[in-house]
């Protein structure tokens, strides 16, 4: 009977040698059914869920009355554009590319109270999502009161 010769364990140098870094839009590629994309219908109702939820949330933190208007119109043969529009206070310019292009940043991670969504991943998942799969820019139009002249930015995620 041969016995086996023990194999010599990893040192954590070599350990440390195996690790890897993948992008932000590889994992989300790899693991879009966890954000619910994991289909083109469930991804368009995603999309307008995550749209609503900042709006009503938007409207609540402002202390108004939400008046929402939602929109999806077909581009071309499996390509939507989703509008949702609010009568809430608005975005900052300055903002924008943070609220809409990156995962993980939000105004609700801090509260106690739950509510609406607490990832923080939801309204820029929708845009890496659709940029993913068109190869265009989320194109965001906001402007902070009604008699504001409108900011309209493009905004995309470095993938």
């Known amino acids: 009977m041969r016995t086996k010769t023990p ?3 990893p040192t954590a140098v070599q350990l440390a040698a195996r690790q890897r870094e993948i992008s932000v ?3 989300f590629l790899k693991n879009r059914h966890l954000l619910g994309f994991d289909s083109p ?6 999309a307008v869920k995550e749209g609503v939820d900042n709006a009503l949330d938007a409207c609540e933190e402002a202390g108004v ?3 929402i208007r939602v929109e999806i119109g077909v581009v071309r043969s499996g390509v939507y554009r989703v509008s949702v529009e609010d009568n809430g206070p608005g975005i900052v310019p300055d903002q924008i590319g943070r609220i809409f292009g990156k995962l993980l940043y939000g105004s609700k991670f801090h509260k106690l109270s739950q509510s609406r969504g607490q990832q923080g991943m939801g ?3 929708a845009g890496m999502y659709a940029q993913l ?3 265009k820019p989320a194109r965001i139009v906001t402007r902070t009161g009604s008699r504001r002249r409108a900011s ?3 905004v995309s995620i470095d993938t």
Request: hydrophobic share 45%; net charge positive; aromatic share 4%.
């Open 123 to 125: 309204i820029a998942a």
């Open 7 to 9: 194999r010599p364990r």
């Open 25 to 27: 839009s590889e994992f």
């Open 133 to 135: 799969t068109t190869g």
């Open 152 to 154: 309209q930015v493009l």
């Open 65 to 67: 009355l939400p008046e």
């Open 41 to 46: 219908a469930k991804a368009l109702l995603t």
